[in-house]
Nanobody
Framework: QVQLVESGGGLVQPGGSLRLSCAAS????????MGWYRQAPGKQRELVAT???????NYLDAVKGRFTISRDNAKNTVYLQMNSLEPEDAAVYYC???????????WGQGTQVTVSS
C-alpha cells in the first residue's frame, strides 16, 4: 500500500523557516505529481504547492516568493521549504501524490505547523 510520511513540522516564530519532507514508498515516485495541501482549524483544505514529473511548479498566491517545493526522485521525497512564515501559515500540512494517468491520489497523515511568538 502506498505510504506518504511527512516530517519537519513544528513551532516557529513569525519570520522563521521550516522545511517539510514527505517520503513516499510503494509507488513509482518519478511518475507522480506531488504536492502539499494545508488545512487550518475551521477552514477548508487548500492547495499550497505542486510539482510535476517535469519539475514544473505551482503555488498558492499567498505563499509565492516564500515557499519552494522540490523533489528528489532518487530519494522518493518531496520537500516544502517555507520561509518568512506568518501566523496565517499555521495549519496541518498534508503531502499529496497524484498519478497523472490513472488520476489515483494518495495522502499523508499530515504534519502540524504552528507559527507563533
Amino acid at each position: 500500500q502506498v505510504q506518504l510520511v511527512e516530517s519537519g513540522g513544528g513551532l516557529v516564530q513569525p519570520g522563521g523557516s521550516l522545511r517539510l519532507s514527505c517520503a513516499a514508498s510503494k509507488l513509482i515516485f518519478s511518475i507522480y505529481t506531488m504536492g502539499w495541501y494545508r488545512q487550518a482549524p475551521g477552514k477548508q483544505r487548500e492547495l499550497v504547492a505542486t510539482i510535476t514529473t517535469g519539475h514544473s511548479t505551482n503555488y498558492l498566491d499567498a505563499v509565492k516568493g516564500r515557499f519552494t517545493i522540490s523533489r528528489d526522485n532518487a530519494k522518493n521525497t518531496v520537500y516544502l521549504q517555507m520561509n518568512s512564515l506568518e501566523p496565517e501559515d499555521a495549519a496541518v500540512y498534508y503531502c499529496y501524490a497524484k498519478n497523472p494517468v490513472t488520476r489515483n491520489d494518495y495522502w499523508g497523515q499530515g504534519t502540524q505547523v504552528t507559527v507563533s511568538s
